[in-house]
């Protein structure tokens, strides 16, 4: 009822916790939106795409009729994933990049979506991270708008690239600034960002006490989901 008699007052709505487009309030919130004019209202949702095609499609076929009937004016896709391949398929539970890969191609091709890439860096994923971003520039051939966007961890302090000290990040940054795109304003901006996060290390080697909770917490993740980290990322068993 709220948004329904507020939605033409509001700017933007961000839509995210949990896996998005499952929570049936996500349903609830278009039905309403079909039912009013808030033609400057931005609809932001955020997914790590580990959701069934069939539910991902629908979704997206009902917010373009939105926009096409002027019930909205702007609808943003925003991606959260850390990096690509094993790497960060381990950091993020549930992660299967062949089928992000598979729902992001779709949203891709919908021109009139505003589409974003979200990462948060971690120790386990900053050697994934170049590969992404040469994905995303990739896909930015078909749709140039195509924006990353990342930010450093916050809470776990020990997942951070910090536990492993500025020293052994020196070559992983450096190939990611390679990597990085800079088209935009924006891409500029995010560089210096991921520049930042690493600037931000002030020990130069491992700091000893982090790497010991790094690996307790990995050994704990590993007896629950019975996987292995030394095999996925064998270069931190320091």
Known sequence: DWLLRNAHTLSRLHLLGGETFYQSELDEMLDTLEKVKAKHLEVNIVSNLM????????????????????????????????????????????????????????????????????????????????????????????????????????????????????????????????????????????KNEMKGVFDSITNTAPDEKMVKFFKHYLDQLDNRRNTNWREVLPYLDI
């Open 51 to 190: 959701v069934k095609e069939e539910r991902f499609t629908s979704v997206i076929e009902r917010i373009k009729r939105l926009l096409k009937d002027r019930r909205i004016g702007r609808f943003d896709l925003t991606a959260s994933i850390d990096g690509w391949g094993p790497e960060a398929e381990y950091a993020r539970t549930g992660l299967k990049c062949d089928h992000f890969e598979k729902l992001f191609s779709h949203a891709v091709n919908q021109k009139w979506m505003t589409l974003h890439t979200n990462q948060t860096i971690t120790a386990m994923t900053v050697k994934s991270i170049p590969t992404f971003v040469e994905k995303v520039k990739e896909y930015r051939k078909q749709n140039p708008k195509i924006s990353i966007r990342a930010g450093a961890l916050t809470g776990q302090p020990y997942l951070h690239p910090a536990t492993f000290g500025r020293a052994f990040w020196e070559s992983d940054l450096e190939a990611i600034l390679a990597a990085w795109p800079q088209d935009t304003e924006q891409d500029h901006a995010q």
